[in-house]
């Protein structure tokens, strides 16, 4: 049977790898993500439908509610930053854009969608992402730190308040190298530097996020609901070499 899923972010790294997987199983998808053009065009490579929406604008999530269709096997949510500052200098305006983007605007994404999570024939699934760094302390991270804490928070209340008809889960991967990262895995010497930080001595990629993504989001997780999962090469609770 085939299955339809809504994919936030969907031409960045981690969102793109999670829409060929998904695709590769024959699943149905629809793709959101600011950029038209890139945008139209894995549609066209995946066989998708797709909506170009910026999440930080009005009415963009029931725009995308409206479009994906009245029935939703899954939904991720792959849109992120990666802003690293220090505390000192942050502004208010900065604490704002990143709590929208990755933490307020999980919340609606799954909110706008719930409808058709809900229609759906057989249990339906959330996939959210955190990152490490909401469970580690690191320098400059004060404000996507607490963001993507807040992602953690939510996950665990929606869990109780979605179940049964709606499982939500949480990936929380460590530095991944995917086009968002460049500027930090972009200097060789940085990257080595920040490799050699987790037990397993190296980056991760989109694909090692994607994997977890949708095993999560099959139904071979059935009795799976309100977890965080590490995909961080062992660096959120193992200490480097």
Same mark, same amino acid.
């Given at each position: 049977?085939?299955?339809?899923?809504?994919?936030?972010?969907?031409?960045?790294?981690?969102?793109g790898a999670v829409c060929r997987r998904l695709a590769a199983e024959g699943h149905?998808?629809?793709?959101?993500?600011?950029?038209?053009?890139?945008?139209?065009?894995?549609?066209?490579?995946?066989?998708?439908?797709?909506?170009?929406?910026?999440?930080?604008q009005p009415g963009a999530f029931a725009k995308v509610a409206d479009a994906a269709?009245?029935?939703?096997?899954?939904?991720?949510?792959?849109?992120?930053?990666?802003? &690293?500052? /220090?505390?000192? %200098?942050?502004? =208010?305006?900065?604490?704002?854009?990143?709590?929208?983007?990755? $933490?307020? !605007?999980?919340?609606?994404a799954v909110q706008a969608a719930l409808p058709a999570l809900r229609a759906a024939?057989?249990?339906?699934?959330?996939?959210?992402?955190?990152?490490?760094?909401?469970?580690?302390?690191?320098?400059?991270?004060?404000?996507?730190?607490?963001?993507?804490?807040?992602?953690?928070?939510?996950?665990?209340?929606?869990?109780?308040? &979605?179940? /049964?008809?709606? %499982?939500?889960? =949480?990936?929380?991967?460590?530095?991944?190298?995917?086009?968002? $990262?460049? !500027?930090?895995?972009?200097?060789?010497?940085?990257?080595?530097?920040?490799?050699?930080?987790?037990?397993?001595?190296?980056?991760?990629?989109?694909?090692?996020?994607?994997?977890?993504?949708?095993?999560?989001?099959?139904?071979?997780?059935?009795?799976?609901?309100?977890?965080?999962?590490?995909?961080?090469?062992?660096?959120?609770?193992?200490?480097?070499?």
């Open positions: 049977m085939t299955e339809n899923y809504l994919v936030y972010g969907a031409t960045g790294g981690i969102g149905a998808l629809h793709l959101v993500a600011r950029d038209a053009a890139r945008l139209q065009a894995l549609a066209d490579e995946l066989g998708a439908t797709c909506t170009a929406v910026d999440v930080l269709g009245s029935t939703l096997s899954g939904l991720a949510y792959a849109i992120g930053s990666i802003h &690293l500052k /220090p505390f000192a %200098r942050l502004t =208010a305006e900065e604490f704002e854009r990143d709590f929208r983007l990755n $933490a307020s !605007g999980a919340a609606l024939a057989t249990r339906s699934s959330v996939v959210l992402f955190s990152s490490v760094a909401a469970g580690s302390g690191f320098p400059m991270h004060a404000s996507i730190g607490m963001a993507k804490a807040a992602v953690k928070g939510l996950v665990r209340a929606l869990a109780a308040e &979605l179940a /049964p008809a709606v %499982r939500i889960n =949480a990936i929380a991967p460590s530095l991944t190298d995917t086009p968002l $990262a460049q !500027g930090i895995v972009g200097n060789p010497r940085m990257r080595e530097s920040i490799a050699a930080m987790h037990p397993l001595a190296r980056l991760g990629t989109a694909d090692d996020v994607a994997a977890m993504a949708a095993f999560l989001l099959s139904a071979q997780t059935d009795w799976i609901t309100g977890q965080v999962f590490g995909v961080d090469g062992g660096r959120g609770v193992v200490a480097g070499k």
